[in-house]
């Protein structure tokens, strides 16, 4: 594994935990993985908040869209969250429109993605079903480090697989891998 690979996951993991802890400890049971959402300006039914122009913003969607989350109890916004990753690993593989030669490796990386997921879905189903009964702000750290802990394991266990797949992607099929939510 490359040490600077490993060692950015740490930074990012010890920033991820230090910057949230004060918000935290007043409101939240559960990690608050931000997590990018495709911008649909104008998508009926959503809520979200109006830009200037009167339009949806990617940015007034996304407030609408956390602010519904953060009132979910902790097990269902944990949930709800890995359901919201699937679907855009589902968009990402019909967006990419593969070909028969490189659906094998998708299928590779895509079962390891499930398998990391597999290992979150447990750790959500041990956070509290509803708000009460959240604990300490040492339980919430506590918990929090087991998420970004899963999360980083995946990655890495997912990163073998990905690198045979965007090796064997076309020009096309790594520029919308690498901007995945660019409208083009």
């Given at each position: 594994m490359?040490?600077?690979?490993?060692?950015?996951?740490?930074?990012?993991?010890?920033?991820?935990?230090?910057?949230?802890?004060?918000?935290?400890s007043a409101s939240t049971s559960e990690p608050q993985l931000a997590q990018a959402a495709p911008a649909e300006p104008g998508m009926p039914g959503m809520g979200g908040m109006r830009d200037r122009e009167g339009g949806m913003g990617h940015h007034g969607w996304m407030r609408g869209t956390m602010h519904r989350m953060i009132q979910l109890p902790p097990r269902q916004r944990c949930e709800e969250r890995l359901a919201r990753r699937a679907g855009r690993v589902a968009y990402m593989a019909a967006k990419l429109n593969l070909t028969p030669e490189q659906r094998p490796l998708w299928d590779k990386l895509q079962s390891t993605m499930q398998a990391a997921a597999d290992k979150q879905r447990q750790l959500c189903a041990a956070?509290?079903?509803?708000?009460?009964?959240?604990?300490?702000?040492?339980?919430?750290?506590?918990?929090?480090?087991?998420?970004?802990?899963?999360?980083?394991?995946?990655?890495q266990q997912a990163r073998p697989a990905l690198e045979q797949l965007y090796q064997a992607l076309t020009p096309e099929q790594k520029a919308i891998i690498d901007h995945p939510f660019m409208h083009r």
């Amino acid at each position: 594994m490359n040490r600077s690979l490993v060692a950015g996951a740490a930074l990012l993991a010890g920033i991820a935990i230090a910057v949230p802890m004060l918000a935290w400890s007043a409101s939240t049971s559960e990690p608050q993985l931000a997590q990018a959402a495709p911008a649909e300006p104008g998508m009926p039914g959503m809520g979200g908040m109006r830009d200037r122009e009167g339009g949806m913003g990617h940015h007034g969607w996304m407030r609408g869209t956390m602010h519904r989350m953060i009132q979910l109890p902790p097990r269902q916004r944990c949930e709800e969250r890995l359901a919201r990753r699937a679907g855009r690993v589902a968009y990402m593989a019909a967006k990419l429109n593969l070909t028969p030669e490189q659906r094998p490796l998708w299928d590779k990386l895509q079962s390891t993605m499930q398998a990391a997921a597999d290992k979150q879905r447990q750790l959500c189903a041990a956070l509290p079903a509803a708000e009460g009964g959240q604990g300490t702000i040492l339980d919430r750290a506590s918990r929090r480090e087991q998420f970004l802990s899963a999360r980083l394991q995946g990655l890495q266990q997912a990163r073998p697989a990905l690198e045979q797949l965007y090796q064997a992607l076309t020009p096309e099929q790594k520029a919308i891998i690498d901007h995945p939510f660019m409208h083009r």
